[in-house]
């Protein structure tokens, strides 16, 4: 079975770009999270959804950052414009109902702004 | 509010030593434990899980017990192997949709 699926693996690019970061989930799954990992900060729920729907975006850490969910197959996260310190991994994670089920990440990507 | 609290890393072992990494939990009720493990590189993945008090998880020759009288759920393994050189991370469920993750614990095997 295919598991979560994110692209690009690796991103590089100038200060001030805009950077649109994809996931596709485990087919079935209805609850769909984008993390973000540093070293300063750790781990970080940015925002999660439900049926293709925001339940809870208070991770997300200023206006620069989107996120949307079009369909149950597809979501972008999108940083417009990005800063260094944007500088991380962002990982996407699905899961089926409930807080008891386990989450499925992807491989991630490596953001690195200049 | 529910918190996990994990020990902080790095731990350091020669390979065949036993392993604990500790985690405690806050929570009101029930919640689900779980494990999960991040090798370098990827993305983190689901070592095991316990679902209710004093159900053990094993996957690897990992496992962890639901203590609910301690509201801890450590990590241990008879004997590990350079392989095992990873980061671990704790995390509670509950009725909420979201897990809750410790700052996660590295652990470093050598030969």
């Known amino acids: 079975d295919a598991g979560v699926i994110q692209s690009p693996r690796h991103e590089v690019t100038e200060m001030g770009q805009e950077v649109t970061l994809r996931c596709k989930p485990i087919s079935g799954h209805d609850y769909l999270f984008w993390y973000r990992q540093t070293m300063m900060r750790g781990l970080e729920l940015l925002i999660y959804f439900n049926n293709n729907v925001p339940i809870d975006d208070s991770g997300m850490p200023e206006d620069r950052f989107s996120a949307k969910m079009p369909n149950a197959s597809f979501s972008t996260l999108k940083i417009q414009p990005s800063e260094p310190r944007d500088s991380a991994v962002y990982f996407c994670?699905?899961?089926?109902?409930?807080?008891?089920?386990?989450?499925?990440f992807g491989d991630g990507t490596r953001l690195s702004i200049l | 509010g529910n918190s996990v609290t994990q020990m902080e890393g790095p731990v350091t072992l020669s390979e065949e030593a036993f392993l604990t990494i500790n985690c405690t939990y806050t929570a009101t009720g029930y919640p689900s434990l779980f494990w999960y493990v991040q090798y370098p590189g990827e993305g983190l993945q689901l070592l095991l899980k316990?679902?209710?008090?004093?159900d053990k998880g094993s996957n690897k020759g990992f496992e962890a017990t639901y203590r609910k009288e301690t509201t801890s759920f450590h990590l241990e393994k008879g004997s590990v192997q350079v392989s095992d050189s990873a980061v671990y991370f704790c995390?509670?469920?509950?009725?909420?949709?979201?897990?809750?993750f410790g700052t996660g614990t590295r652990l470093q095997v050598f030969p």
């Open positions: 995390a509670l469920g509950k009725n909420t949709d979201k897990l809750i």
């Open positions: 994670a699905s899961s089926f109902t409930g807080g008891n089920q386990p989450q499925h």
């Open positions: 316990a679902t209710k008090a004093d």
